[in-house]
C-alpha cells in the first residue's frame, strides 16, 4: 500500500530566514519576503566584486582559498613586503616578508604559506631567499637552488613546487621541489617560460601560459612533466587556482601586438580548456589567483595603474537560491 507521504508529497517548510545550506531541489516559504524559494545550481559561472584590498599593487604572490586567501609581495614602492589576509569579506594588513621583493611565488594556505624567488627592485637582483607564513609572521628558510622571479607554483608549505621563471634561459626550464625544509630539483618543463600561472599540487601539478606569448599547459605527476591542450587565449602574468583534474585560468596580457589586459576565464578539465562566458569585470595582469575552481578569488594586478580590486568566482554547478514564480 502506498505510503501518504508519496501520494500527497511533504508540507513547504515556512522558515524566517533561507536555509544555510540548502540542497538542489529543497523548496521552502520566506516569512520574512514572503517569497517561496528554492535550492538549485549555477549554469554558468560568473565574478562579482569584493571589497578592494588595501594596497593596491600588481605582480603579487598568492596562497589560500576564497574565504581565506593570503596576498604578498609586489610593486610599486610599499607593496614589496606588505601582507594582506581575506577572510571572504575584507582584506587586513598582516607582518610583512621580511625580504620585500615582486614577481615571486607563493603557494599553500593563509595560515601555512611559503613564497620563494622573485625579484627586488633596490638594489635590483633575482632572490631565491624562502620564507614560510604562520598565520601572523615570515620566517626565513633555505633558499631555492635556483635564482628566479616570474615563475609558476603549486602545493602547500610542506611540499611546495616551482617551476619556470626569469632571467632564464635555466631558470625558464628549471623545477623544484620543497619539503618543507630545502628545495630538490626535478625535471625541466617541455615549454621553457616565464609569468606562468600554477595549480595542483607537488605530485600532480599543472602549468600553463607564459612569455613568450603561449597557451602552453603541462602537467607534472611528481617527477616529469608532459604536454596537454593549450589554452584557448595565449597570455602571460595570468593567474590561476584549483587542480591538476580541475583548474581555473583567468586574466593576463594576451601579448604582442596589442599588449593588452584580458579578463577571460578558462576552466580546464584534466584534457582541454574550455572559456567561460564570464570574465573578469577588471581585466589586469599580473593579478594574484586562489581558491578552487568554482570558488576562486582574484585580486590586485595592473590594469594599468596598479589594482587594489577584489573578485569572487562561482563556477557552474555550485549551489543557488532561487526565487519562485509564477510563469
Do not use: H
Request: proline share 6%.
Amino acid at each position: 500500500m502506498a505510503d501518504y507521504i508519496n501520494i500527497y508529497g511533504q508540507d513547504i517548510l515556512a522558515v524566517a530566514s533561507d536555509p544555510a545550506n540548502p540542497t538542489v531541489g529543497q523548496i521552502w516559504y520566506n516569512t520574512t519576503s514572503n517569497t517561496l524559494k528554492g535550492g538549485g545550481v549555477t549554469t554558468a559561472g560568473a565574478w562579482a566584486t569584493g571589497n578592494n584590498m588595501n594596497t593596491a599593487r600588481f605582480y603579487i604572490a598568492s596562497a589560500g582559498t576564497q574565504t581565506a586567501g593570503l596576498g604578498f609581495g609586489g610593486d610599486p614602492g610599499p607593496a614589496v613586503s606588505a601582507t594582506e589576509e581575506y577572510d571572504g569579506t575584507s582584506w587586513s594588513p598582516s607582518g610583512g616578508l621580511n625580504t620585500g621583493r615582486r614577481t615571486l611565488g607563493g603557494c599553500g594556505i593563509q595560515t601555512a604559506a611559503l613564497a620563494f624567488g622573485g625579484y627586488r627592485p633596490t638594489p635590483a637582483a633575482y632572490l631565491n631567499v624562502t620564507e614560510e607564513y604562520n598565520g601572523a609572521t615570515w620566517s626565513p628558510s633555505n633558499n631555492m637552488n635556483t635564482t628566479r622571479a616570474e615563475m609558476g607554483s603549486a602545493g602547500t608549505q610542506t611540499a611546495g613546487l616551482s617551476f619556470g621563471g626569469s632571467p632564464g634561459p635555466t631558470s625558464a626550464n628549471a623545477t623544484e621541489e620543497y619539503d618543507g625544509n630545502s628545495w630538490t630539483s626535478s625535471n625541466n618543463l617541455n615549454t621553457g617560460r616565464t609569468a606562468l600561472a600554477g595549480a595542483g599540487t607537488q605530485t600532480a601539478a599543472l602549468a600553463f601560459g607564459g612569455s613568450p606569448t603561449t597557451g602552453a599547459t603541462e602537467e607534472y605527476d611528481g617527477n616529469s612533466w608532459t604536454s596537454s591542450n593549450s589554452l584557448n587565449t595565449a597570455r602571460s602574468y595570468l593567474a590561476g587556482a584549483g587542480i591538476q583534474t580541475a583548474a581555473l585560468a583567468f586574466g593576463g596580457d594576451i601579448g604582442p601586438p596589442t599588449f593588452a589586459p584580458t579578463g577571460a576565464t578558462e576552466e580546464y578539465d584534466g584534457i582541454s580548456w574550455s572559456t567561460s562566458p564570464g570574465s573578469l569585470n577588471t581585466a589586469r595582469i599580473s593579478l594574484g589567483g586562489a581558491g578552487i575552481q568554482t570558488s576562486a578569488l582574484a585580486f590586485a594586478g595592473n590594469i594599468p595603474p596598479a589594482s587594489a580590486a577584489t573578485e569572487e568566482w562561482t563556477g557552474a554547478g555550485s549551489p543557488l537560491t532561487v526565487t519562485i514564480t509564477a510563469s
